[in-house]
């Protein structure tokens, strides 16, 4: 990707899918499961679908230049998930949510936004079933105390529930638009939330855009 003057950002490309809608007229950028993805292009549509995972859309309207990463906090019982608290920062759930805001802002802040200046909407966190069942609320309680900590200003959020979400968000504008799914579409989602959920565990201890509602 090039962005307007001409950035070259390396992205790791296993965790985002890139093509071109032609009845848009521009390309959007699909973020999976532990990806990040920023832009300075106005033809540029960066979209994710969220489960009990969050997703953080961040954006400086003045420089144009705007992100999105999409998360889970890695858990390795039910036990663990319950015991685990938002204040509890040098625990590893919480030490992998803080990289994953880190890289977001700090990739943002490279290439010419200010940290006083970025707008943010959070999506996700809905309460799943099976596993996921808890995961959701945690990574809210998360994000919401990340946020309140750091000083970062949200400007809108559509968190919780029990309904999965698919995104799409204007890097340049801010602008985001959202389309709860319908219950067809869950198991594929928690699928790929599973994989993810099991990768993160080893590791630490076709798109449809219909239907949308612009949000916020």
């Known amino acids: 990707m090039v962005g307007k003057k ?11 899918n890139r093509f071109y809608h032609p009845q848009k007229e521009m390309h959007i950028v699909k973020v999976f ?15 994710t679908g969220l489960g009990s995972c969050v997703a953080v859309c961040m954006w400086d309207e003045l420089i144009g230049i705007g992100g999105m990463n999409h998360f889970l906090l890695p ?11 938002p204040g509890e920062i040098v625990s590893t759930a919480s030490r992998y949510g803080s990289h994953a805001m880190e890289m977001l802002i700090n990739a943002m802040i490279s290439h010419g936004a200010r940290r006083s ?3 943010i909407k959070l999506f996700g966190g809905a309460q799943m079933m099976g596993k996921h069942s808890m995961i959701g609320e945690k990574n809210i309680a998360f994000i919401l105390d990340y946020v309140q900590r750091e000083g970062l200003k949200v400007v809108a959020q559509d968190l919780g529930g029990s309904e999965p979400r698919r995104i799409i968000f204007n890097p340049v504008s801010g602008k985001v638009w959202l389309k709860r799914l319908p219950y067809t ?23 449809h855009d219909d239907d949308v509602e ?3």
């Open 117 to 119: 200046e970025l707008n």
């Open 75 to 85: 858990f390795c019982s039910h036990s663990e998930i319950s015991a685990w608290r």
């Open 185 to 207: 579409e869950v198991h594929q989602l928690q699928l790929q939330e599973d994989k993810y959920a099991s990768k993160l565990g080893r590791e630490s201890h076709r798109f």
């Open 6 to 16: 001409n950035l070259k950002p390396v992205h790791d490309d296993s965790h985002f």
């Open 33 to 47: 499961p532990g990806g990040l993805y920023w832009s300075q292009q106005d033809d540029e549509l960066i979209a």
């Open 214 to 216: 612009l949000f916020g």
